[in-house]
């Protein structure tokens, strides 16, 4: 065997034995031993390191926030059943020297107010001549004005332009800023500010009942 490697080597030249001996040196020790920049490879070699969950559950947390707060910049759909957390106290009202049912609004509601919102329903008109508008959960006939529902299933329509002539129970999307109203009683407890229609595919769709 030895005899079969001296005659490989043999025809080898020396050229080549010194290029194969560096390239051995070289595999085999840490160059960064001879570094004089203060860099080692056995502190930044590339290594496969397993996250751990602490910093899965952070990365998701941050990536779940930067999309909240990029669908913010667009008015989210507020459905009916996001108002019906609330109840009424009986109060007198000196103006009026009369008892008033005032709103008492539940934390998920409170949440919501101060924010833009799209909804769907049945268009009341108020007052075509002065552009006020009202939008039901339920069309007219029975709607909060006939006293077949709760107060909770309608939004009052403050537009930001004078508005079109909306027809009764015509069905419409409109967006707008959320107030909550539990102080007015000669107003709704659940105003839209700014209010503009939204012109959608199917208006029914976004119901969401």
């Given at each position: 065997?030895?005899?079969?490697?001296?005659?490989?080597?043999?025809?080898?030249?020396?050229?080549?034995?010194?290029?194969?001996?560096?390239?051995?040196?070289?595999?085999?020790?840490?160059?960064?031993?001879?570094?004089?920049?203060?860099?080692?490879?056995?502190?930044?070699?590339?290594?496969?390191?397993?996250?751990?969950?602490?910093?899965?559950?952070?990365?998701?947390?941050?990536?779940?926030?930067?999309?909240?707060?990029?669908?913010?910049?667009?008015?989210?759909?507020?459905?009916?059943?996001?108002?019906?957390?609330?109840?009424?106290?009986?109060?007198?009202?000196?103006?009026?020297?009369?008892?008033?049912?005032?709103?008492?609004?539940?934390?998920?509601?409170?949440?919501?107010?101060?924010?833009?919102?799209?909804?769907?329903?049945?268009?009341?008109?108020?007052?075509?001549?002065?552009?006020?508008?009202?939008?039901?959960?339920?069309?007219?006939?029975?709607?909060?004005?006939?006293?077949?529902s709760g107060p909770?299933s309608v939004v009052?329509?403050?537009?930001?332009?004078?508005?079109?002539?909306?027809?009764?129970?015509?069905?419409?999307?409109?967006?707008?800023?959320?107030?909550?109203?539990?102080?007015?009683?000669?107003?709704?407890?659940?105003?839209?500010?700014?209010?503009?229609?939204?012109?959608?595919?199917s208006d029914k769709?976004?119901?969401?009942?």
């Amino acid at each position: 065997m030895f005899e079969a490697i001296n005659n490989i080597v043999g025809k080898i030249s020396t050229k080549k034995l010194i290029y194969i001996a560096l390239f051995v040196i070289v595999s085999c020790s840490n160059m960064s031993n001879f570094c004089k920049h203060g860099i080692s490879l056995t502190d930044n070699q590339f290594a496969y390191k397993p996250t751990t969950v602490k910093e899965n559950i952070n990365d998701v947390f941050f990536f779940a926030s930067e999309i909240n707060y990029k669908e913010s910049d667009a008015p989210q759909l507020l459905t009916w059943q996001d108002l019906t957390a609330v109840t009424y106290t009986a109060k007198f009202n000196k103006q009026y020297q009369a008892d008033f049912q005032y709103p008492v609004f539940g934390k998920t509601v409170k949440m919501l107010e101060g924010r833009e919102f799209y909804i769907s329903g049945h268009v009341i008109p108020l007052d075509v001549n002065q552009g006020l508008y009202a939008i039901s959960k339920y069309p007219y006939a029975s709607c909060y004005f006939c006293g077949k529902s709760g107060p909770e299933s309608v939004v009052s329509l403050k537009f930001k332009n004078k508005p079109a002539k909306y027809k009764l129970d015509k069905v419409k999307t409109f967006k707008g800023t959320l107030k909550l109203n539990d102080s007015n009683p000669m107003d709704f407890i659940y105003i839209f500010i700014d209010t503009e229609e939204m012109k959608t595919a199917s208006d029914k769709l976004n119901f969401g009942i």
